[in-house]
């Protein structure tokens, strides 16, 4: 059991919760802490009416957890490619609610106390994704994406990139946006 920010997880997975799966600001993070971000994160989103969720965050670490929180939480994450005014005003009419950076956007309560988050495995069919394209050659379009077609991505990376890379840890340095396909394939999906 990890107990941070009030919030006490209870270890699910086979991995040891002392992996380290992430630094931010210099502070290790490990899969313990990202299980309770997670549950901080799913607690917040469950309480909101509504299935789509907007989420945009600078932090690829924050928004890791945010997304898998949101999936915990059962509902299907719109994620603009950017903050500019009329991102914003589409976001209006298709999303229930704003998380992370977004203005008005939902965020766990740092000193909320909950029991602990009933972990589920996620469901490939249900769990959804709706990333907007940059609109560079128009207007920007929703593509939908199920978990299914995401896992089937990650695995085709790490069939082509995994035997390569072989086994050390690794610093993942990313030039693409996790707000963008490749980058959240890339970047925090795989």
Same mark, same amino acid.
């Given at each position: 059991?990890?107990?941070?920010?009030?919030?006490?997880?209870?270890?699910?997975?086979?991995?040891?919760?002392?992996?380290?799966?992430?630094?931010? =600001?210099?502070?290790?993070?490990?899969?313990?802490? +990202?299980?309770?971000?997670?549950?901080?994160?799913?607690?917040? %989103?469950? @309480?909101?009416?509504?299935?789509?969720?907007a989420l945009f965050a600078h932090d690829a670490y924050r928004f890791a957890a945010a997304l898998m929180g949101a999936w915990q939480a059962g509902k299907t994450v719109l994620l603009p490619g950017d903050m500019q005014p009329q991102t914003l005003s589409r976001l209006e009419a298709v999303a229930d609610c704003n998380a992370g950076d977004l203005p008005? =956007?939902?965020?766990?309560?740092?000193?909320?106390?909950?029991?602990?988050?009933? +972990?589920?495995?996620?469901?490939?069919? @249900?769990? @959804? %994704?709706?990333?907007?394209?940059?609109?560079?050659?128009?207007?920007?379009?929703?593509?939908?994406?199920?978990?299914?077609?995401?896992?089937?991505?990650?695995?085709?990376?790490?069939?082509? +990139? =995994?035997?390569?890379?072989?086994?050390?840890?690794?610093?993942?340095?990313?030039?693409?946006?996790?707000?963008?396909?490749? =980058?959240?394939? +890339?970047?925090? %999906?795989?």
């Amino acid at each position: 059991m990890v107990e941070q920010q009030g919030l006490a997880c209870v270890m699910t997975r086979q991995q040891a919760g002392g992996d380290v799966v992430a630094w931010v =600001g210099g502070q290790a993070r490990t899969r313990a802490h +990202f299980l309770c971000d997670v549950a901080a994160w799913a607690w917040a %989103l469950q @309480r909101q009416e509504g299935p789509r969720v907007a989420l945009f965050a600078h932090d690829a670490y924050r928004f890791a957890a945010a997304l898998m929180g949101a999936w915990q939480a059962g509902k299907t994450v719109l994620l603009p490619g950017d903050m500019q005014p009329q991102t914003l005003s589409r976001l209006e009419a298709v999303a229930d609610c704003n998380a992370g950076d977004l203005p008005q =956007g939902v965020r766990p309560d740092p000193g909320a106390a909950h029991a602990p988050w009933p +972990f589920v495995a996620l469901d490939l069919q @249900r769990c @959804r %994704l709706v990333v907007q394209t940059s609109g560079s050659s128009g207007e920007p379009l929703d593509v939908e994406k199920r978990l299914a077609q995401l896992d089937a991505e990650v695995q085709t990376l790490e069939a082509s +990139f =995994g035997p390569v890379l072989g086994q050390a840890p690794l610093t993942i340095h990313s030039t693409v946006s996790h707000q963008h396909i490749y =980058g959240l394939l +890339f970047q925090v %999906l795989w």
